[in-house]
């Protein structure tokens, strides 16, 4: 019985040969990642869709104007709220994002911020009348939300926001007003054509003093006419490099009134007199950022493993040149730059996947404390995601490409699935913060743990390593050290070693005078290195100990040879900083690159059940290169002539343009 779940009659034999050389159960590996009920709710609400056309697309989406897109894409949002109940349990969040996963896929849908940000920022801004005024309306859809904190002149910097809300003590009302063409509200997700609730950023006023910004939630449109209410100027922002299904958009206030009630008053508070009472933290009103930094990294690995699941497929079936010659053409996987390229990916696609769990699970415990007042795990935690949220969105980014060109010229056609899916995964090295602004901050962290360490003050759980000074050998191949350990070591020293030296170089710098603000800038490529170093071992560790959490022993197996490729892929990419003291040899980093090379050629049995146990489905996966079944070419040649340039033989333009060219030259001769 072989081990692998997707075997079908009539797939192509390359990938039915993969199947069959599995040596773990992919239904087990699934249990594992998404948990035993889950696994196979997923299946079952993947199979629900399909016998719905109304959850599904006419054609490619990739072939449609953006206005059609929007419309198909609403159109769905209403059969997936009519009959979704049917399919899946709605208070179950990962059973919901699956259902949209499949039905919308990536590229954006109307109510993606209402969920992700605008109920998010209420449930954990607003006190607990507010919440339960707006709450239940939001969720049953009667109006529909989205963030606006980003202006066309400001998106990093939010103290500078130009957008007011100044308090009117005379009649209790906020005035919210863009005083300035820079103060326009800009990129909110869904605000062009979809929302007509905003969760809006400005500074507050009251009496002439600024208390910074703080959030108001604004009626932006109608509720029954959708028209833009008094003082509103609202659209779309136009075409972008991804997530062209979103209508991002602009808005204007035009000395807009809202109820004193309007501000989330969960943390600061303007009583009916305007007095301000502060917050505990005052960051707090940044806590819908937070929340996205925390479950976007599992959305990336998403993608980062949907790239891997077609590269990996594709690269089974495709034969192009030999490798011994008069043996015949090899699956292109044979090769070890492809292998080397995808099993990378794949490797970081599940690390973050499983880190991921692990950051959610760290972030939800500490939002729960944040909301009854306990804020001592605050700066931890955003120092922690402001390093994820840059390390996966960038890394992830690279994956992906590489996925892309591995797939040769098809991947760079949209039939691949993979451009769309690099458009919308790269759009996270921006949003929810710049990623070098991101690493910055955390880098102040970083650099506030080596001064806490010098003053022997105590460090937190994360930062403990920066006291491990006797770290200063490489020990890989030493006998009592496994290689794991001896990895972890090492990216434990490069880390350390990379925050200490920039640390010393700032301190230094100000020692000779320097103002701080300025030592920061001079060494700023060095501190977005450091908490780079810092970010990748994080998740080095983080992934270790996930895996060594598993009790099935096959599993843990098969999981243990992605770790090890992820470890010695991480090390020899950031090679050059074991050189810096003394810490390895040339030799010693040769023998990390073997053992990686070792672990391709282990992985390569079981490539395609890797992915199949993650199990994305080909309606999610929109990809026919990355097809269960394999059968690539027929399927190209049936996507290329569906495609709208194909409808006429003759296009009506060149008939118009071309054909009158060609013809009055001929005539001429
Ligand atoms: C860069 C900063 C963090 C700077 O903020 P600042 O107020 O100027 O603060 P600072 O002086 O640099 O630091 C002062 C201090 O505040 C701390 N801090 C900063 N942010 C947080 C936080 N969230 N939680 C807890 N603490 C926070 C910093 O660590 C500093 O602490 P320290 O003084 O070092 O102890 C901030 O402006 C920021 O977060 N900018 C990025 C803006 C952003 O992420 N926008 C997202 C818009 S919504 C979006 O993109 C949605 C997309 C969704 C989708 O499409 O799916
Ligand atoms: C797809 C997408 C969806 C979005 N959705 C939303 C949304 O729903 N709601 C919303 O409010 N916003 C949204 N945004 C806006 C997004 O959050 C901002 O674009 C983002 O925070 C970056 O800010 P910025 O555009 O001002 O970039 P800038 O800050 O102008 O960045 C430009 C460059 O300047 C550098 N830079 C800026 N400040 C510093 C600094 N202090 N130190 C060093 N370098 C610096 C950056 O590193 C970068 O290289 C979205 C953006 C995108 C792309």
Redesign the pocket.
Known sequence: MPLNHLIRDGDNPDITEERQKATFSTEELAIEIYGEPLAQRRREISAEVLKRPELLDDCPHVFLDRTTKVENSMKKTVAVMEKGSEICDFTSREELGHLVCEVFGDD?FPL??HF??FLPAIQGQADDEQAEQWIPRAMRLEFIGT?A??ELGH?????ALETTATYDKRTQEFILHTPTVSAYKW???NLGKTANYVIANAQLYIDGKSH??HNFLVQIRDENTHQPMPGITVGDIGPKFG?NT?D?GFLRFDHVRIPRRNMLMRHSKVSADGVYSPPV????S?????F??AT?IR?LAHVVLKAATIAIRYSCVRRQGEIKTGNGEVKILEYQTQQHRLFTALARGFAYRLVGDEVKNLYEKIAEEVKHGN?EQ??D???L??GMKSIVSYDSGKAIEQCRMACGGHGYSHASGIPEMYAVEI??C?????NM??L??QA??LV?GIHRLAHGEELSTMLQYLANTSNNKFRIGESGVDLENALILALEYIARSTIERVTARLDSLQNKGLSAENAWNENAVELTRASRTHTRLWIARCFRDRVHRIENHAIRSALTDILELFLTYEVVDMSQYLYQGGYANSDQVAQVKDAMYKLLEKIRPNAVSYVDAYEVSDTELRSVLGRRDGNVYDNLLKWAKSNPLNRTEVLPAVEKHLMPMMLAAKSKL
């Open positions: 954006g993606s911020i992700v940000m963030y904190q980003t998106g990093t910097n939010l103290r990129w909110p997700g910074g910004p997530l979103n991002n933290h005052p960051k707090l940044y806590g819908a950022m937070i996205v930094r976007m959305m804020v605050l700066a935690l955003h120092a995601l402001s759009a996270g921006t949003y929810e913060g710049e602004v991101m910055q901050q102040r962290y506030k």
